[in-house]
């Protein structure tokens, strides 16, 4: 599944990294501790988190992840927007909690 796939059947709002919505999903990490995700999130994940600054963006380049969401209705930082643009790394958003939008990405992506 790809991000752009993702974001259409969980009707995510795509903030900005458009051109990275055609990266392949491998997996998924919940977590809003950066060196917690830094540590145990794998490449092609879809990292669910709360924060919105730019140093997601830095672990997010780093793991080489696929995408990241935002949850509760938070919209990233515009540092964050400039450098998502910049790494081609999608940050999409929804109003769920993050338990529920986690749940229905593991479905998605196990189905």
């Not at 259409?8 to 919505?21: A, D, F, Q």
């Not at 709360?50 to 140093?55: F, S, V, Y």
Request: hydrophobic share 40%.
């Amino acid at each position: 599944m790809t991000v752009k796939e993702l974001a259409e059947k969980l009707n995510l709002t795509i903030y900005c990294g458009e051109s990275g919505l055609n990266k392949e999903i491998a997996g998924g990490y919940t977590s809003d501790l950066l060196s917690d995700v830094m540590g145990n999130c794998n490449a092609g994940n879809v990292w669910v988190t709360l924060q919105t600054h730019k140093n997601i963006m830095a672990i997010a380049s780093l793991k080489e992840l696929a995408a990241i969401v935002l949850v509760k209705g938070f919209k990233p930082e515009p540092e964050t927007i400039e450098k998502s643009n910049e790494d081609e790394m999608p940050i999409l958003g929804t109003d769920l909690q993050t338990f529920e939008i986690t749940g229905k990405i593991y479905e998605l992506i196990h189905s």
